[in-house]
């Protein structure tokens, strides 16, 4: 299994960036997806989750409102539609793969990409 993130850079606050997650070696339209960030130093943070159907969708408090998660099945990727950025979202963001059996099981993680919020 391969998740590989892209999209990370730096934006000015009030700016909007677009991550993508390209999944491979896994049963794509059958597994969960999502998003998280961690602070330096700090604990890996929950963003965002999309259903296989991509019908169910959950965000974290800090991020409800400003970003989208959407996933194309055809093509195996995830995305995260980041806008009204703040410097408070300054992170590296992972994507990453579960199993949905009543509770989320986070098998697999990309290698991250570093999200920078500054002017």
């Known amino acids: 299994v391969q998740l590989v993130e892209s999209g990370g850079g730096l934006v000015q606050p009030g700016g909007s960036l677009r991550l993508s997650c390209a999944a491979s070696?896994?049963?794509?339209?059958?597994?969960?997806m999502g998003w998280f960030r961690q602070y330096e130093g700090k604990a890996r943070e929950f963003v965002a989750f999309i259903s296989g159907s991509g019908g169910m969708k959950n965000y974290g408090g800090a991020v409800k409102g400003r970003f989208t998660i959407t996933r194309d099945n055809a093509k195996m990727m995830e995305f995260l539609q980041m806008n009204s950025l703040k410097p408070e979202d300054t992170a590296v963001y992972y994507c990453?793969?579960?199993?949905?059996?009543?509770?989320?099981?986070?098998?697999?993680w990309g290698q991250g990409t570093q999200v920078t919020v500054s002017s």
């Open positions: 070696g896994l049963p794509f339209e059958s597994t969960v």
């Open positions: 990453a793969a579960g199993r949905n059996d009543g509770t989320i099981h986070w098998d697999y």
